[in-house]
């Protein structure tokens, strides 16, 4: 059994919620105190994979005029969390991402470690981002 099955059916078994977007991609949700909620895409390359990716997509559009502040404001973050990797989209929205090599019999731990320490990386840095998309 491949990381990505064995990722899905340990969720499955715990009852922990998830949707599957395609083979190889899901994605998580979590209510958060500063962003409201976190969307986490979790994605497998190939179903043997040992190399997931993640991201976090929309977390703050920025007019045109504002893509000074919003590059100073993720290269800020970058500086702070290792873990983590803030850029700016085409369309100008904040992105985070992170990749990851994990254990085919701790997949389990080591992909939910990695969420929760990405959605609460997320919801620590969004004010700072809001704060440079509205001053």
């Not at 007019?63 to 973050?77: F, H, R, S, V, Y």
């Not at 929760?116 to 997320?122: A, G, L, Y």
Request: glycine share 4%; charged share 30%.
């Amino acid at each position: 059994m491949g990381c990505y099955a064995k990722l899905k059916s340990q969720l499955d078994e715990k009852h922990l919620p998830y949707n599957e977007i395609k083979e190889g991609v899901i994605e998580v949700f979590e209510k958060k105190e500063n962003i409201g909620s976190v969307r986490v895409v979790i994605g497998f390359d190939e179903p043997d994979s040992t190399r997931p990716w993640f991201r976090c997509f929309e977390l703050g559009r920025f007019p045109e005029d504002k893509t000074a502040a919003a590059l100073i404001a993720c290269n800020n973050a970058n500086k702070e969390y290792r873990w983590v990797r803030f850029s700016l989209d085409e369309e100008h929205d904040i992105v985070c991402a992170a990749d990851a090599i994990v254990d085919e019999d701790t997949v389990f731990d080591e992909v939910v470690e990695l969420i929760v320490r990405m959605m609460r990386i997320v919801d620590t840095v969004y004010p700072t981002f809001m704060q440079a998309r509205w001053s």
